[in-house]
């Protein structure tokens, strides 16, 4: 079973500049999540889509994420204009709606640098 | 607000000791735990989980022991490995079908050969 993808595993950025994120879940997997997480810290949920649909974006900063799930697949997820309070390694992860541990798979990550 | 904490940032164990990596979380109404282990420029992986109607779940070398009563919980390796070393997350959810979970800050496991 091929893994969740993301792209591109390193990116730097000046701040106020935009920047986006992409994620291809593991097949067949209808739950996809967005965890930011800064150094020193545990990863934290940004964004949470059903399919296509979003369940959970409560801390997302919607005044500069964005997020987007078309046909239910693949995401890509965005951050404009970035700040460098924003430099973090953001994760990507998916599950089956009936997976027998609840357990997610994560993707590598992209690391994100603002300066 | 930190509802879930793992106060040591690093442990450091013998190969073939026991490791203790420990949890706390303060949102009683955290139902099911995991815990993940991150290798450097990987993603987490699910290692074990438990839920509130246990109070110990293992796999292999791994136990993981739930207290609720103190909203504490510990993931023992028996024995540990150099392997094993990685950066250890416990996450809690109020109920697994809720799917939304609170990571701790993680805890960098060293086992030394």
């Known amino acids: 079973e091929a893994g969740v993808a993301q792209s591109p595993r390193y990116k730097i950025i000046e701040k106020r500049q935009s920047v986006a994120f992409w994620c291809n879940p593991i097949?067949?997997?209808?739950?996809l999540y967005w965890y930011q997480q800064i150094l020193g810290q545990g990863p934290k949920l940004l964004i949470q889509f059903q399919n296509n649909g979003v369940v959970d974006d409560s801390q997302l900063p919607k005044d500069r994420f964005s997020a987007e799930r078309l046909k239910g697949v693949d995401s890509t997820l965005k951050i404009q204009p970035a700040k460098l309070e924003d430099s973090a390694v953001y994760l990507c992860a998916s599950r089956q709606t009936h997976s027998r541990n609840y357990g997610y798979t994560f993707g590598s990550g992209t690391r994100l640098t603002v300066v | 607000d930190q509802q879930v904490k793992q106060n040591s940032p690093s442990l450091s164990v013998q190969e073939g000791r026991i490791s203790i990596l420990n949890c706390d979380y303060t949102n009683s109404m955290f139902d099911y735990f995991l815990w993940y282990k991150k290798y450097p420029a990987e993603g987490p992986t699910f290692l074990i989980s438990?839920?509130?109607?246990?109070d110990k779940n293992e796999d292999g070398r791994f136990t993981v022991f739930l207290n609720k009563s103190a909203k504490h919980l510990s993931l023992h390796i028996v024995p540990s490995q150099p392997g094993d070393s990685a950066v250890y997350f416990c996450a809690a959810s109020p109920w697994p079908g809720f799917n939304k979970f609170y990571f701790g800050s993680g805890t960098k496991l060293n086992v030394k050969p």
């Open positions: 097949s067949g997997h209808a739950t």
């Open positions: 438990i839920s509130s109607i246990k």
